[in-house]
């Protein structure tokens, strides 16, 4: 059993619909039904009633509900408690995404360590949804990841604290031996086709996208031929030459630096963002989690 099942029951009790709540919980519609079907499968029984639109629960899926939604309670209470029980004090616990961990981790480490006095790190990746839960739950102390102001975490201000780390940004990227006309991206009568690498359903760059970006993805001039949950994945296959995709720019840097990769100019493709940390303005490790903010607020 995964508690993540229990997680995907109730948010798509909640809304209904197998593709909100795939979004909501930013896993593919493909993994999510999966999920679903696996903890039906577990259970037993069938839980919701597919043949109805918007679709519904069955009799047991509603007498399921209330258990599992006190089984989600409980547990995070008891990891969070657990975690504030046993908290090696000497170790700082950080969840990033794998983007961050592979391309800043590491010089962010040295720094908090030499500038900041922790004596030791454990890193933890996930997606922005699972970081999230892990901060509040306590099973972390300090989360990093993207922010965008039309994409922000929503964290009560009152109980988190945020810093900015460092700026960075979506671009557009093509494979460096695949040309690219950009006047005929947004030319509203290019007959021109690229194609296109997206983020899956539900990845928080891809709303992203969609959000800023939505008039070129509309055009037929990008079309899309692989989808990929990983920032890495999707730097990979720009520089293999499978299509054009939108990278952090941090990411982006050593395929450019290689030789591989090539940023689109036209500025209408970039979206600013910023690198952010965020912790619980009590917990138990307030004295470490303080040290390494001040390196970021001090000016």
């Known amino acids: 059993m995964d508690l993540r ?5 109730l948010t798509l009790a909640e809304c209904g619909q197998f593709t ?11 993994a999510f039904s999966r999920r679903i079907q696996s903890l039906e499968t577990w259970a037993g029984t069938a839980l919701i009633d ?5 679709l519904r629960l069955t009799a047991a899926g509603e007498q399921f509900r209330s258990n599992a939604a006190e089984i989600v ?32 981790f590491p010089g962010w480490c040295a720094r908090w360590k030499s500038e900041g006095g922790v004596g030791s790190l454990r890193l933890h990746v996930g997606n ?5 839960e892990w901060l509040a739950a306590g099973v972390v102390d300090l989360l990093v990841c993207f922010r965008h102001a039309a994409e922000d975490i929503q964290l009560d201000p009152q109980a988190y604290m945020r810093t900015g780390m460092a700026p ?34 539900g990845a928080y760059f891809r709303r992203l996208v ?24 999707a730097r990979a296959l720009v520089s293999a030459g499978v299509g054009l995709a939108w990278l952090p720019e941090s990411s982006a840097k050593a395929g450019l630096d290689a030789g591989e990769i090539v940023a689109v100019k036209d ?11 965020y912790a619980r303005r009590q917990g138990p490790a307030q004295e470490p989690v303080e040290r390494v903010f001040n390196l970021y607020t001090k000016r």
């Open 168 to 201: 960075d940004g979506l671009r557009l990227y093509r494979p460096a031996a695949m040309p690219v006309d950009e006047a005929a991206l947004y030319a509203s009568d290019s007959a021109a086709r690229y194609p296109y690498v997206s983020y899956a359903q």
């Open 20 to 30: 909100t709540a795939a979004e909501l919980r930013h896993v593919s519609q493909s």
């Open 5 to 9: 099942w229990f997680q995907d029951f």
């Open 267 to 277: 500025r209408r493709s970039a979206i600013p963002m910023q690198i952010c940390m």
């Open 210 to 233: 969609e959000l800023a970006c939505g008039d070129l993805l509309q055009r037929p001039v990008l079309e899309r031929v692989c989808e990929t949950d990983f920032v890495d994945g």
């Open 128 to 132: 922005v949804h699972d970081s999230v």
């Open 73 to 104: 309670r409980k547990v995070v209470d008891a990891r969070g408690d657990a975690g504030v029980a046993s908290h090696e004090g000497a170790v700082l616990r950080v969840a990033m995404p794998h983007c961050l961990a592979t391309s800043h």
């Open 50 to 54: 597919r043949s109805r639109f918007p």
